[in-house]
């Protein structure tokens, strides 16, 4: 089991973080308008401390041997699923289009199991403080 290392190890990154503020902006969908499969919100503020813990979380899981994608960080909030051979709006991320959102503090990260089906559902696990 590598929870035990991945939790030592994502203490000091977050750690490392220092106090931020985001605020949700515009929106957009992954898969095409015909076939969305996700609606995500875009993040704005202090995105390049973001990216920095970002890279530091990912830093530390292939530190202890778990896949991380090799991709760019984009940072958004996933506030929906299109489920394939369900009726879908495609056109809903767009109209986020110019949406501003209030800016929060970010407090904590939170480490989540994901348990996928039909219903998903998400568990915490444990969190670390930010700043």
Known sequence: MRLTPLLDAVGP???AAPPMSL???EGGRFGSRRRPTVCWVGVT??????????????TAARGVGLPVEDRPFRP??????WRRGQPADGDL?????????????VTE????????????RYERVTAWPVG
Request: proline fraction near 12%; glycine fraction near 12%; aromatic fraction near 2%.
């Open 76 to 81: 958004h909030l996933t506030v929906g699923r």
């Open 45 to 58: 503020g202090d995105v390049a401390p973001l990216t920095a813990l970002a890279d530091r979380l990912a």
């Open 109 to 120: 990260v939170v480490l989540c199991r994901s348990h996928l089906g039909p219903v998903p």
């Open 13 to 15: 990154a977050v750690g």
């Open 93 to 105: 991320p767009d109209r986020l289009q110019g949406h501003r959102g209030p800016s929060w503090p």
């Open 23 to 25: 605020a949700m902006a």
